[in-house]
Each structure stands twice: as C-alpha cells, then as structure tokens.
C-alpha cells in the first residue's frame, strides 16, 4: 500500500533514524542495536550524540515522501534509489560514524544525480525548515526529543515543562510524559504490586508520548511535583450567607491555583433588594457577588501559567435573571467568567405556549413576579448574539441524567459546560487524539478499544493520585469517581475518511463513535470495578436498576475542548470543525502563532493544484470555499468551523450527547454576520435535540479571540489586544486557560 505523502514542510522526510512526530523512539525488534540487517549498517549517530538502530525503510519513506510531494510519478524506481543511498552510506562512512546529517546528504545527491530534480530541492526546502524549527525550539531552551511542532514547544515552554529554582527549563517533553506516567501509575501500588506499576507505567508512557491520549493541563502540570492536584473540573456550592460566600471564594482560590476551573451557581443567593433581617439593610444581589469571585479569579492567575476559569449559572426563575443575562453585553466585567442560563421544563413549555412564568425568590421560595418567556429569551439570545455569552443549561434535562440523585441535584458544570458536577465534586478529563486512531482511511478499531482501556485506567489512577485542594472535595470525589473520556481530532479523522463535517454520515459517524467508546470505557470501568470496588455510592446510583452488579465510576465520558492539548497532538479541538486551513492563534503571555492545516497542504500537493499564491489567499480567509483553483470535491471535505451552518453545529453537537455519559463542550460558531434568528434557532434546536447545553459566538464580537484569520479586521472585529488561552469554539468568550476557557474554543485542554 503506497503511503500518501505530506507536505515539503512536514515532517516526514526523516531518515536514519529520526521518528515521526509523536511516535517513540525504540524501535520494535531492533532495541539490541544491530540494526537493518539487509543494510549492513548497524546504527546511526543522531543529533544530540546518541545511536539508534539504523532502519532501511527510513530511508525508503523519505525518499517516497520527496517524490510525492512534487508530484514525481516514477515510484518503480524506489527501491533502486534506496539501494543506491544506502550503498553509498556505507561504502562512505565506516562503522558507528554514520549520522542523521550525513545520511540526508546522501538522500538529497541520490535524487539530484538521477534525475528527481524537483523531489531533491524539496526535501532540501524539508531540511532547511527542519534547520529553522531546531533554531527557534532551541532559542525556547527546549531540547525537543519528540519533534513537536514549533507551536507545541511554545506552549510546552511556557505552561508545561519544569524549570530549576533559576527559571531555565529542566525537562525535556519525554521527561513531562514520563513524569506524570510514573506519578500516574504510582496509583497501582494501591491495588497491586510493582511490577502492576511499572507495567502501567510504560502504558501510561507510551499513550502520551505517541500523542494517542492526553490528559487535561493539570495532570501534565502536576503530576509528580508538590503541588500535585490532576483534576480540571471543580464545582463549589455558593449559599446565602456572607460566610459561606467567602469560604467558597478561599476555596476557588485554591482551586485556581493548582490549575483547576471552578463552577457555581448563584441562583441560592437573594435578589437584588432583598431584605437582610441581620442588618435591616438590602441585598445586592447575585451579580455584586460575581464581581468578588471574578476579582479574585484575576488576581489568583493560576500561579502565573494561566488564567483561572469559572462557569457562573442563574436559575431563569431567579429575580435577578435579566440582569445576569444582559452583564457581559454591558460591562466589560467577568471576563474570568462563562455564563449560562439554567432554563427549566417550565420555561421552554412557557416559551413555546408563548405565555408568563413565575420568578421566585429563592430565600422565600415565593413566587414574586411573573415575566413573559419570549421577553427573557429574547434578551439572552440577544445578548449572547452580541458577546457569546450568556449560553443556556438545560438543567431538567441534565439531572434526568444524573447518576447519583439521590445524592442531590446538580445545579451547575465545570466552566466548559462538559462536566455537571454536584456541589464540592471534581472529575479529571483525558481525551483520544482520533487522527492517531486511523489506518488510511478507516478507524482501527482494535488500536481504539485497546487505547480507550488504559485511558479509563489512567484516568481512575488519577483519583487516587491526586492531592484535593479541599478536603470536602476529596470527600465527595471519592465517593463517585467521575471521569471524563473524551476525543480530539474529530475532524482531522473525517478529513481522512473523506467526510464532510456537514453531513449525515458524519453524524452517524459520531454516533456510532461514540457509541463504541462508552461502551468500551464501561466495560473497562466494570472491570477495574472486580478489582478494585466499585464507587463507594454505587448503590445509592442509577447503575443497579439499569443492570450493572459493579462500576469503578459514576460517570465515564465527556467531551471537552481540547485547545491546548490538541495543540501538543497537532489535531483539532475536542469534536469541533476545523477552525479554519491557516489562522493565528494567540496563547498566553503575548505570543501569536500562526497554524496551518497539513492535511490540506498535503491533499494540494498530492492533487496538484498547490501554489504559494493559493496557500496566501487561504491565510487572508481561512477558507476555501471561494478558491476558484481547489475541486469542489475538496472544497467539500476542507469545510471550516464558519462554512458551516449553526443547525449543522447542533446537530453534531446532539449526536455525540446521545451517547455521552456527562456533557458535551461544542460551540456553534457563527460568521460575524450571523443575525440574532440564528442565534435563537440554534438554542431552540438545542433543545429540542436534547442537548444539556449550547453556546454560541459570533466571530470577532470580542477584542482578544483565542483564533483568528488574517481576514479578522475586515469582518468587523480587531486583531486581538489581549491574548487568551483556548480556541475558537465553545462560546462564551472568556479570557481563560485551556481545559476550560470559554473563549472562542470554549477552552480547550
């Protein structure tokens, strides 16, 4: 089977010895170092002074690479060529002095003397990029021994790797990965010997480092240092006294600080006006409250590596939900803060009979006023047309899914929206990179559920491994042990199968995906379970009624966005579009980083209709659906996050909820001239798909987007001021770090 070729600047010219992106440097069958035997060389000296095991077809993909990266159709004369620079490797240089370098050379004069002119300057382009990318990483001060993209190092480098008490990075991404393997894995001891935790270890090891699965920031932050706290996803019950409210807001602190995101709900807290019988004077109401955790959250700045994130709920029956609504749009407050609307049975019943609902005051629990629904709905879809915030919960429709009620209802999410939480709950989250999952253009299903059970072991290891900032937290965690499972690279993975994103195959895609992945995660869970116990509340669960004598955890899958470990794996976040074919994205500390998609640039090339002149034109846009010179039928597979109509946004974001154990973070993303309908049509459709929750944003509504086109000034907003973590995709805009920010990709991981 003939390999398709990336682009000259991808990086998969390498010969000798150098590995892919992502993929572990020892080779299967040659770790005792003797090499390819039909080469006669038996290893190769690599840049930083170290041999690995010299492999013939190195050489044969790098070869076949260059040609068809130019087109060249001459693929019989391949193993000719491959004798011929192999040949004249070993008759130039003797035993143990062959390197990297020198083995390039000898590709590059193979291809010029016979005739593959085009394919030698291209992989000569190849290794002069590759000689800028090992400039600028070193510039970082990050040895990059598994040759990450340029924008991964960046993010690595300011967010990831250890540093010495001087600030001069001490750790090297294999040594991250292998750091928080070890420290993972230390968990077995818990359950069996050392030989189970090495053994998971070298698992953990594997997943990560070949980018097949990730866990959230700060399980790759943490994991192995002092701070020592893995979970994403925090929620903190906020009650209605002036004691409570400060203890929640120390407690937040201490969340933000160890790199978790935290959610509340305000709807407990009295209305603006209200009596307080302790002073005879009147309340302030939800949203003065708001402001004290959103300052606190600036300050906190998650021990300067990123910002902290919250989610911030209101009941739509709560007094005060007009102003909560209409906040974002009229302040320039909260932009620690994503916002949702609960919104109850009642209400879109209300909605739809185009009749008043009852507002209550939740001191009471008297009704106090009565509104008209299509006026409260009005203003939130206005509002959220304006500034992408707020989205709405439908918070029936979450505790229908509730695994534990009888524990209490959940009130609110993690700040992304994919994790309902009950009050001092916290779940750690991982995601499955799906481009890695593919062979051609079919998903290796065998690799997936393989990958899908040690991703579940990993992540219940994280439970125990993890120090709670609180011990309430702790307590609560322990009893449920939710997990969150999700993907990334969803749209890379449909590119290579050659389905649109906008289609009713992708969305039988997603379903059946994700189907085969709670299945599997379940299975495994139910498994763990034999061993270790189930979760100390199983019984007080919906888990027994529904068939189940064990579980190792309440919850088992999420979706999340994954802006920043997508990054590091180089795929789209969590389950969203690709963004766009070339854009800049802004990380935090200033740093702009312009991304353009592989898959695309290499289709070109392979298809013959790449030029510098089209690859220009698709930076200004992002786009291709008005480039004259790309074939319609690519057109239709390179569809981006703006091509795309909202109603296919939700209808994608509904088929992976059906078969999703918590929530699902996807944003429909809107062009700029998106109208307030769209808006109200897809939170309408939302429901009516039985989502738990939808966001929106229209691009370029606020200053400091996450993800941008060169294009962004024309379409009504400014190039961004003020850096932010995250993508472009999950709503609300905030100003927050990955897992969980709000902005444009709603966050990321």
């Known amino acids: 089977m003939v390999m398709r070729a990336p682009s000259v600047s991808a990086a998969h010219f390498r010969t000798g010895s150098e590995p892919s992106q992502g993929a572990d440097k020892r080779v299967s069958g040659t770790s005792s170092g003797m090499g390819d035997p039909r080469s006669g060389i038996s290893r190769i000296r690599k840049r930083d002074g170290s041999f690995e095991p010299f492999r013939v077809e190195k050489v044969e993909s790098a070869i076949r690479r260059a040609m068809e990266a130019v087109g060249d159709a001459d693929v019989s004369s391949i193993p000719s060529l491959v004798e011929q620079a192999v040949g004249l490797a070993k008759d130039r240089f003797p035993a143990e002095t062959l390197t990297v370098e020198a083995m390039q050379n000898v590709v590059e004069k193979v291809l010029a003397s016979t005739g593959h002119t085009d394919a030698a300057k291209a992989y000569i382009i190849y290794r002069q990029r590759r000689a800028d990318t090992r400039e600028s990483k070193a510039a970082l001060g990050v040895r990059d021994d598994l040759k990450l993209s340029i924008n991964a190092i960046h993010v690595l480098e300011r967010r990831y790797l250890m540093r010495d008490e001087s600030g001069t990075i001490v750790e090297t991404p294999r040594g991250m990965f292998r750091r928080v393997a070890k420290a993972v894995a230390s968990a077995d001891l818990l359950y069996g010997t050392d030989s189970d935790a090495s053994r998971s270890e070298e698992e953990f090891y594997d997943l990560m480092s070949r980018l097949e699965f990730l866990p959230n920031s700060p399980t790759l932050m943490n994991a192995g240092t002092s701070i020592g706290q893995l979970s994403a996803c925090f929620v903190l019950p906020v009650e209605d006294s002036m004691a409570e409210i400060f203890d929640t807001v120390k407690n937040m602190a201490l969340i933000h600080q160890s790199g978790g995101g935290t959610g509340f709900s305000f709807s407990r807290l009295r209305p603006r006006n209200d009596v307080v019988q302790s002073t005879g004077g009147v309340a302030s109401g939800p949203v003065s409250f708001m402001q004290i955790f959103d300052t606190a959250t600036d300050v906190v700045k998650q021990g300067g590596r990123r910002r902290g994130a919250n989610m911030g709920v209101l009941s739509v029956h709560h007094p005060d939900v007009l102003e909560f609504a209409a906040v974002k749009s009229r302040t320039d407050l909260f932009k620690n803060f994503n916002l949702s609307v609960a919104v ?275 930076a200004r846009t992002g786009s291709v659906r008005e480039a004259p010179d790309v074939p319609e039928d690519v057109k239709r597979v390179f569809v981006t996050a703006l091509d795309i109509s909202p109603q296919w946004h939700v209808r994608m974001h509904a088929a992976f909820q059906n078969f999703t154990d918590n929530g699902v973070s996807k944003t429909v993303n809107l062009p700029h001239d998106a109208t307030v309908r769209d808006v109200r049509d897809a939170y309408l459709s939302a429901h009516k798909l039985k989502c738990k929750g939808v966001t929106v944003y229209r691009y370029g509504t606020r200053v400091g987007q996450t993800l941008y086109t060169g294009q962004s000034a024309s379409r009504g907003s400014a190039r961004p001021a003020d850096p932010v973590d995250g993508g472009f995709a999950t709503g609300a805009f905030v100003e927050v770090g990955p897992e969980y920010s709000g902005d444009c990709t709603q966050c990321a991981p």
């Not at 209490?408 to 929206?417: D, F, K, R, S, W």
């Not at 599997?520 to 529904?546: C, D, H, Q, Y």
Request: aromatic residues 8%; charged residues 25%.
């Open 344 to 618: 109850t049975d009642e209400f879109m019943q209300a909605l739809a009979e185009r009749r008043e609902y009852a507002l209550t005051n939740p001191r009471t629990g008297k009704e106090v006023a009565r509104k008209w629904a299509q006026d409260v709905f009005d203003l939130i879809v206005t509002t959220a047309w304006e500034c992408g915030d707020p989205g709405l919960m439908f918070i029936d429709e979450i505790n229908r899914h509730n695994p534990t009620p009888e524990l209490g209802a959940i009130e609110t999410t993690n700040p992304c929206g994919e994790q309902p939480l009950l009050p001092y709950e916290s779940c750690n989250l991982g995601s499955i990179n799906l481009s890695a999952m593919m062979d051609g253009g079919e998903v290796d299903w065998d690799k997936l559920a393989g990958t899908i059970s040690k991703a579940v072991h990993f992540l219940d290891n994280v439970i125990d491994s993890t120090k709670f900032p609180v011990p309430r937290i702790e307590e609560v965690t322990k009893a449920n042990r939710k997990i969150g499972l999700g993907v990334m690279g969803f749209a890379e993975m449909l590119i290579k199968m050659g389905v649109p994103y906008d289609s009713d195959r992708a969305l039988s895609t997603a379903e059946h995906l994700m189907q085969f992945i709670t299945d599997k995660a379940r299975a495994t869970s139910v498994e763990l379970a034999a061993e270790r116990g189930s979760f100390p509340n199983f019984e007080r669960s919906i888990w027994p009624r529904k068939g189940y004598d064990r579980l190792r955890n309440a919850t088992l899958t999420s979706i999340a966005p994954t802006g920043t470990i997508g990054l590091i794996a180089g795929v789209s976040s969590g389950i969203e579009p690709v963004f766009a074919l070339s854009y800049f994205r802004n990380i935090a500390g200033g740093t702009r980083l312009l991304e353009q998609n592989a898959l695309f640039e290499r289709t070109a090339r392979e298809r013959g209709f790449y030029a510098a002149d089209l690859m220009a034109a698709i």
